[in-house]
């Protein structure tokens, strides 16, 4: 090396050129009016608290950004809305209870998950939290790469592999860390029959073709099942739904197994016609609802929302089109393919968003509140 | 779009590349950095009505960086990456040679821990006096020496060939 430091950090710093920069103006628009909202509900509970030390409270809570200089503090904080509350009774709610959920007029809340994964090129994850994008790179995608699953943080991704995807020869699981480090956890998985893995909703594990792993070190146990076809969680990690028996069953439990619950879905029209829709894609946190996708067809792989089962009606939600229904504790997301609907849990419609500029080649994975 | 808007659309256009290649140097990572500097400059724009009667934006703007970029780190929010493959260079003159070095100074600095790869930034890139780089991270110019002196020390170490003479 003949440059000295200052001439060797400007040739590195090259590097990071191309940048969108009128696409990243708006990224910093949506960040701010999100930092704004932030301040508003800090404020807004800071001054409860000062409220309650008044009045002999013995709770001190503290507010500090810590990243933001001291000398220069942000513009003062305006007065937000309170969340809306539904007055009418409920026809179809639940509970006895109901509350809409907290509208952001500028990004749907929440984080949605969209990834690439095609073979030789960059494996990417970008999420969009409460619409600001973040992206991680997850090095370049291999040949036997079939299907990858981000965990909740967003910082590793499960991938299930296959020495020959057209056989659905079962392969290895593979943990890939932020940068693309790779660390297989296990060997001969299989990932046919919706048994791809997933992650269990606090990250701690993976579950695949019924078996629970420990994403550190690969060490795992029984789920008490023989194979847990699309498995899927509740938003609030308490329930679990899966595929008992085809053609038409779903089973729901408590998160660790207890407490079964079969539901038949045979009393769908689409039965009739072109099979009943019991590929499991989401729940409710109480289990009414179920999110289902068309019947599964390997080795494919079924992602999609054709309906939403309520399991105490016995009847399907009419939601018009949709592609992906995920639920909230305080409602559901319904994903049309043009739109992103935010629904209240009476199915009331609180608000519309468009969804995010797609990057190209990335799927629409998952949503999580 | 009032006064304000405008002068920040100003600011933006003048001092986002600037921003982007320091943020590269401190993620090593071009999605890393483009976050990076999202976040600042939401935050200078927050704070943009104080800023313009007599503030300085962009010395904000790279305090906030310095600080996010710092306490993501002690987070362990961010993990740190070394993607392997390089981005094309695109000026022509993309030796092998230049880019295993890039390479290498970018491994390098990617292993030293945040405050001493600031350190190095603020002082080689950026050019900033001791006193300077030390109130942008918020330190001592007794602690910026520290940072310095090690940063150097490991950059000596990981590349030998490194010309640092007279750096200290």
Same mark, same amino acid.
Not at chain 1, 203 to 219: E, H, L, M
Not at chain 1, 220 to 238: E, I, V
Not at chain 1, 299 to 304: G, L
């Given at each position: 090396m003949n440059h000295d430091l200052h001439d060797q950090f400007a040739d590195l710093a090259d590097e990071m050129d191309g940048t969108d920069l009128v696409r990243l103006r708006d990224r910093v628009d949506r960040r701010s009016r999100q930092l704004r909202t932030r301040r508003t509900v800090a404020t807004s509970v800071a001054a409860v608290a000062v409220v309650a030390a008044l009045t002999g409270g013995a709770t001190l809570l503290q507010f500090r950004d810590q990243e933001t200089p001291p000398p220069v503090p942000g513009t003062s904080a305006t007065t937000s809305p309170a969340p809306a509350t539904s007055s009418d009774p409920p026809t179809t709610a639940p509970t006895s209870s109901s509350s809409s959920p907290s509208v952001n007029p500028d990004a749907l809340p929440g984080?949605?998950?969209?990834?690439?994964?095609?073979?030789?090129?960059?494996?990417?994850?970008?999420?969009?939290?409460?619409?600001?994008?973040?992206?991680?790179?997850?090095?370049?995608?291999?040949?036997?790469?079939?299907?990858?699953?981000?965990?909740?943080?967003?910082? @590793?991704?499960? #991938?299930?592999?296959? &020495?020959?995807?057209?056989? %659905? +020869?079962?392969? =290895?699981?593979?943990?890939?860390? !932020?940068?693309?480090?790779?660390?297989?956890?296990?060997?001969?998985?299989?990932?046919?029959?919706?048994?791809?893995?997933?992650?269990?909703?606090?990250?701690?594990?993976?579950?695949?073709?019924?078996?629970?792993?420990?994403?550190?070190?690969?060490?795992?146990?029984?789920?008490?099942?023989?194979?847990?076809?699309?498995?899927?969680?509740?938003?609030?990690?308490?329930? @679990?739904?899966? #595929?008992?028996?085809? &053609?038409?069953?779903?089973? %729901? +439990?408590?998160? =660790?197994?207890?407490?079964?619950? !079969?539901?038949?879905?045979?009393?769908?029209?689409?039965?009739?016609?072109?099979?009943?829709?019991?590929?499991?894609?989401?729940?409710?946190?109480?289990?009414?609802?179920?999110?289902?996708?068309?019947?599964?067809?390997?080795?494919?792989?079924?992602?999609?929302?054709?309906?939403?089962?309520?399991?105490?009606?016995?009847?399907?939600?009419?939601?018009?089109?949709?592609?992906?229904?995920?639920?909230?504790?305080?409602?559901?997301?319904?994903?049309?393919?043009?739109?992103?609907?935010?629904?209240?849990?009476?199915?009331?419609?609180?608000h519309t968003y468009p969804p995010p500029q797609r990057e190209e080649g990335a799927t629409r994975l998952l949503y999580r509140p | 779009m009032d006064h304000d808007e405008q002068d920040f659309e100003a600011f933006y256009r003048a001092r986002a590349q600037p921003l982007l290649r320091t943020a590269y140097l401190l993620t090593g990572d071009r999605h890393l950095a483009e976050d990076l500097v999202q976040d600042a400059l939401a935050r200078t724009h927050r704070a943009w009505r104080k800023l313009r009667d007599g503030g300085n934006p962009e010395a904000y703007a790279r305090q906030v960086m310095y600080n996010l970029q710092v306490s993501r780190w002690r987070r362990k929010r961010v993990p740190e990456s070394l993607p392997g493959d390089l981005p094309e260079r695109r000026d022509g003159r993309d030796q092998a040679g230049d880019a295993a070095n890039r390479l290498a100074l970018r491994q390098a600095l990617l292993t030293l821990p945040p405050r001493q790869r600031a350190a190095l930034v603020l002082r080689y890139f950026e050019d900033h006096s001791e006193a300077e780089a030390a109130e942008l991270l918020g330190c001592r110019i007794g602690t910026l020496k520290s940072h310095t002196s090690r940063g150097l020390a490991a950059l000596r170490k990981a590349l030998p060939d490194l010309a640092t003479e007279g750096m200290k």
């Open positions: 984080t949605l998950f969209y990834l690439t994964l095609q073979p030789g090129k960059p494996i990417q994850l970008y999420r969009y939290v409460d619409g600001v994008q973040h992206t991680t790179s997850f090095g370049t995608a291999s040949s036997q790469d079939v299907y990858a699953s981000p965990s909740p943080d967003g910082t @590793r991704l499960v #991938v299930n592999t296959s &020495p020959n995807v057209a056989s %659905i +020869t079962p392969g =290895d699981l593979v943990i890939v860390e !932020a940068g693309g480090a790779r660390r297989a956890i296990a060997h001969n998985v299989r990932f046919d029959g919706g048994n791809t893995a997933i992650w269990t909703p606090d990250g701690t594990a993976v579950i695949a073709g019924g078996v629970r792993y420990n994403p550190a070190d690969g060490s795992h146990g029984a789920t008490g099942a023989n194979g847990l076809p699309y498995l899927a969680y509740s938003a609030d990690g308490s329930l @679990r739904a899966y #595929v008992a028996a085809q &053609p038409a069953t779903v089973q %729901i +439990t408590k998160a =660790d197994g207890s407490s079964p619950r !079969a539901v038949p879905v045979t009393g769908l029209a689409e039965c009739e016609r072109a099979g009943c829709p019991t590929s499991v894609q989401s729940l409710s946190d109480d289990g009414r609802y179920l999110a289902l996708g068309n019947v599964n067809s390997d080795p494919q792989h079924v992602y999609s929302t054709a309906l939403v089962y309520d399991t105490v009606s016995r009847k399907r939600v009419e939601l018009g089109q949709l592609r992906h229904v995920w639920f909230r504790t305080d409602g559901a997301v319904v994903d049309t393919g043009s739109q992103l609907k935010l629904y209240d849990r009476s199915w009331r419609l609180v | -």
